[in-house]
């Protein structure tokens, strides 16, 4: 077959359609969002009916993969790294359940957070659940893994989890597709109560996925994902885990390696493959392009073994992603150097489109909030984040994605009253809901400004399950209804807004202020569409 | 042949497109190519920049190590800077427009910018908004860059543009045109200048 010039992210989602997924669930977030865009376009996916719309969180969408698998058929979910906290629930007890349609959970970590809160390693998570996992280092390892994840799922009856990062996800190479395979017929488990987690139940199914681990491991050795090449320079070893196997290549371009090279991208540890490497050796080094897992198992606590080295004793820095330079030096390679960035080059951060409603709201939130002393307000994840940089310095806090109100009841009952949560449509349906309730049934005196933009905005504008909906959802939680106020944030409408907060925050209770304006990116695509269809219709004609 | 680029610019100015063009051309060569893209930010007029390696032989990493790049292609001359050291400080050329993007309070005087790039060995400097003007539209500024880059990029000009054509074919021939033009202006003042 022809090659297809790919994102790792996309050849992961050719890889799900061409394995024969019936479904893939999956909130957006960066680097992970390409890949159920990718479904929701293909052609394929649409022919084969593979559902693909968003879900309204990253908890809600591993759940509905798994009742996929229940019935029968393959389902993908995705996230980003941090999503799989919020799944986790779901994402670990789904270990135990185990599959029965083949499941598979791609996370996208983001190591040197070029979009994120944190540079955690989704591999401990499968080391934590006791599944397989799978480690891409380029492209076509991606489609590859993607449709070998689906059939060890379904061979062993377990989830398995593909851990990619950001610089996999985006990066873009030829990639050979292989044959389409056909989707499952619904088929129940053989066993309709195992996926009952009662503690009867859940201590028969945890036992059954301690006994599959030999399997796991067996398949790590054999599967072809994890290699040993020997070498003649034995004064020293290299463990090489997913992307950073290329980082190693890319420093022996033109000259010969000669030190033996475990290349990983299958977990868990083959260690027998590990033993020999580090039997044959007098020193290791560990590559991994994340956490050091695998350096910290080998260094082991006492490390009084042989000399491991790695992102632990220093050889490569302790944060951040790896880089070709980064492993030549580990080498002790001669790293080349380019000419010096001169001092004139000036940061350009990001920052809200210009038009945008968040700088209208946040412009009137900052003018009411100098009634009062500083440090109130909690925000929340999305493009209204950008507001904690000048010229509008509006926000005190971003955490994880949810925490603004609850944020703000906490702050509130320690006696910062008021205190406000800033928080956007989707960010809301996310997992704010559920705060927004605490604080009507404690009758917290917040102000919650939810910024209805009526879209996820971040991470390139995709449908926000919130839609239409959020005044109603604040009426259905229970906010007083003369406490849920809306405006229109506009320069025009300054005035009005102000003395609408104003009001809010001087309210002894929970109040709700939506800031209801269409972000003008999706709303400049809107229009263009429109324009397109018009165009379209009248050659028809 | 074997060739590591940078492309650099600010979020919406058409980099990307610059990446198609050639990684379009690449591949009409049969070429091997790897193209890292900065996804996320970009509508919101942060930096962007991406890393696009092209050869006739395997490609191992998706990052150009540092001081390796043959090339710099860049859109907006403070840009350029940004990833000099990316640069091959022996071999390499790097080609910029000289249309300062100014979002930023504190973006240097431009004199000081070009300054800086005309001491770097191997430049081209183009006014590629007056050139793009010139043909027709401000918008194609970003061809006009890769015509200027184009004696360095070690594809067949002919290739770069049966790309364009081949990318802009749903837009008609107007636009398709607009970029060809683009593209040989642009390529014409790199071959007067240096
Ligand atoms: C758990 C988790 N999932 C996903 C993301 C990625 N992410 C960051 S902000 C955001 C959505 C923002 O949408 P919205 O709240 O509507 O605000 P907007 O950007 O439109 O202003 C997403 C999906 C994240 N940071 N954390
Ligand atoms: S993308 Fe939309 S929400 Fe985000 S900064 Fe731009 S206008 Fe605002």
New interface residues.
């Given amino acids: 077959m022809q090659k297809l010039?790919l994102?790792g992210d996309e050849a992961i989602a050719q890889g799900a359609i061409d394995a024969g997924i019936s479904g893939v669930y999956a909130y957006p977030g960066?680097?992970s969002?390409?890949i159920t865009e990718y479904i929701q376009a293909s052609k394929d996916a649409k022919e084969n009916n593979i559902r693909s719309s968003w879900s309204a969180n990253e908890k809600t969408a591993m759940e509905s993969a798994i009742g996929m698998s229940y019935a029968g058929k393959k389902s993908l979910v995705c996230m980003k790294h941090v999503g799989l906290n919020v799944a986790a629930d779901a994402f670990i007890n789904s270990a135990i359940t185990g599959a029965n349609g083949g499941l598979v959970v791609l996370s996208a970590d983001d190591p040197s957070m070029?979009?994120s809160q944190n540079e955690q390693d989704s591999r401990f998570y499968g080391k934590f659940s006791l599944i397989p996992v799978m480690e891409p280092s380029n492209q076509q390892e991606a489609y590859d893994m993607t449709r070998y994840a689906f059939e060890l799922s379904e061979k062993f009856g377990t989830p398995v989890l593909i851990r990619v990062t950001t610089?996999?996800a985006?990066?873009?190479?030829?990639v050979e597709r292989k044959e389409m395979l056909a989707q499952n017929e619904i088929k129940l488990p053989s066993d309709l109560k195992q996926f009952i987690l009662l503690p009867s139940i859940a201590r028969k199914q945890y036992d059954i996925l301690l006994g599959k681990q030999d399997d796991f491991e067996n398949d790590a050795e054999t599967s072809g994902f994890n290699t040993l090449f020997d070498g003649t320079d034995k004064s020293l070893g290299i463990i090489a885990c997913g992307?950073a196997y290329?980082?190693l290549?890319?420093?022996y371009?033109d000259k010969e390696l000669l030190y033996p090279v475990l290349k990983v991208g299958q977990y868990p540890i083959p260690v027998n493959m590990v033993n020999s490497l580090y039997e044959s050796v007098d020193e290791i080094l560990v590559l991994e392009d994340g956490y050091p897992l695998i350096e910290e198992l080998l260094r082991g606590l006492l490390n009084k073994g042989k000399k491991v080295r790695g992102r632990m004793d220093g050889s490569i820095p302790a944060s951040g992603e790896l880089?070709?330079?980064k492993v030549?030096a580990a080498l002790k390679l001669e790293?080349?150097?380019?000419?010096?960035?001169?001092d004139?080059?000036?940061?350009?951060?990001?920052?809200?489109?210009d038009g945008c409603s968040h700088t209208d709201s946040f412009t009137a939130l900052n003018e009411a909030m100098l009634d009062y002393s500083a440090g109130r307000v909690f925000s929340d994840i999305g493009?209204y984040t950008?507001s904690a940089l000048a010229p509008l310095e509006s926000i005190n806090s971003c955490v994880d994605m949810g925490a603004s109100i609850t944020m703000a009841i906490g702050a509130a009952d320690a006696g910062l009253i008021p205190s406000v949560a800033a928080i956007g449509d989707s960010t809301f349906t996310h997992s704010g809901i559920t705060g927004l309730l605490d604080a009507v049934n404690t009758k917290s005196p917040i102000t919650v400004i939810i910024l209805d933009n009526s879209t996820t905005g971040m991470?390139?504008g995709q449908d926000s399950s919130a839609f239409g909906k959020v005044e109603e959802i604040c009426k259905g939680v229970g906010v007083e209804e003369d406490r849920i106020r809306v405006i229109k944030p506009l320069r025009r409408h300054h005035e009005e807004n102000l003395k609408v907060i104003r009001e809010e925050l001087e309210y002894n209770g929970v109040s709700v202020i939506i800031a209801k304006r269409e972000c003008i990116?999706t709303l400049g695509r809107r229009m263009k569409e429109k324009a397109r269809q018009k165009r379209e219709v009248k050659t028809v004609k | 042949m074997k060739k590591d680029i940078i492309l650099a610019g600010?979020?919406g100015q058409g980099i990307l497109t610059i990446a198609t063009v050639i990684?379009t051309a690449a591949?009409l060569e049969g070429l091997?190519?790897?193209?890292?893209?900065?996804?996320?930010?970009s509508?919101?007029?942060?930096?962007v920049q991406s890393?696009l390696r092209i050869s006739s032989g395997d490609?191992?990493?998706?990052?150009?190590?540092?001081?390796?790049?043959d090339l710099i292609i860049s859109v907006e001359p403070?840009?350029s800077?940004?990833y000099?050291?990316?640069?091959?400080?022996n071999n390499?050329w790097l080609v910029t427009s000289m249309n300062p993007f100014v979002?930023?309070p504190?973006?240097?005087p431009v004199e000081?910018?070009l300054k800086?790039i005309w001491e770097?060995p191997r430049n081209v400097t183009i006014d590629a908004e007056k050139v793009a003007k010139e043909q027709g539209s401000i918008k194609a500024a970003n061809i006009v860059a890769l015509g200027a880059a184009s004696p360095y990029l070690g594809i067949k000009y002919e290739s770069l543009e049966h790309a364009i054509k081949k990318i802009f074919a749903s837009k008609g021939e107007d636009i398709i045109n607009l970029n060809l033009k683009a593209l040989s202006a642009g390529k014409n003042y790199a071959v007067k200048k240096t």
């Fill in positions: 010039l994102l960066t680097p969002t390409e070029h979009s610089r996999l985006h990066s873009r190479a030829g992307l290329n980082y290549a890319e420093n371009q880089n070709p330079n030549a790293v080349e150097t380019g000419h010096t960035i001169p004139i080059v000036q940061g350009r951060p990001p920052k809200l489109c493009c950008l991470t390139g990116q | 600010v979020g990684g591949l091997q190519l790897k193209q890292a893209e900065v996804h996320g930010m509508q919101r007029g942060g930096d890393n490609i191992s990493s998706d990052l150009i190590p540092e001081g390796k790049a403070m840009e800077l940004r000099i050291n990316m640069l091959d400080k390499g979002n930023i504190n973006y240097p000081d910018v800086a770097v």
